[in-house]
């Protein structure tokens, strides 16, 4: 991916999301996103999109054998979730105090 147009997404690490669609889909439970990869537009949610891994004994892992890891989801398949609102938002971004900050469209809190 050329680094010259950076995507912009609104969703950072840490954050509370909730699945819109897929197998995966609650609207009501809200999950953590523990990586966002920009490159591909992809984020890994705990919980979601759970796959079965086949590995070979190594060093860290001696035994090998069946494991099961979250994969990385489209972006575009979650929603972030507006804690004072329980339920799932847009983001607006704006700028206050010369840094830029995002804001629930539902509730207008800035999200941390």
């Known amino acids: 991916m ?14 509370l999301v909730v699945v819109v669609t897929g197998d995966d889909k609650d609207r009501t439970k809200p999950r ?3 990586e966002v990869i920009l490159d591909k537009s992809r984020v890994l949610v705990e919980g979601v999109n759970i796959i079965t891994k086949h590995t070979k004994p190594s060093a ?3 035994k090998g054998g069946i494991v099961k890891v979250e994969a990385p989801i489209a972006i575009s398949n979650v929603m972030l979730w507006d804690a004072k609102a329980g339920a799932p938002t847009r983001v ?21």
Do not use: Y
């Open 60 to 62: 860290q892992n001696t």
């Open 32 to 34: 953590k996103v523990l």
């Open 92 to 112: 607006a971004r704006q700028k206050q105090d010369g840094k830029v900050v995002r804001i629930a469209k539902k509730s207008g809190e800035v999200i941390k």
């Open 2 to 15: 050329k680094t010259r147009f950076k995507p912009k997404f609104n969703i950072k690490k840490g954050d």
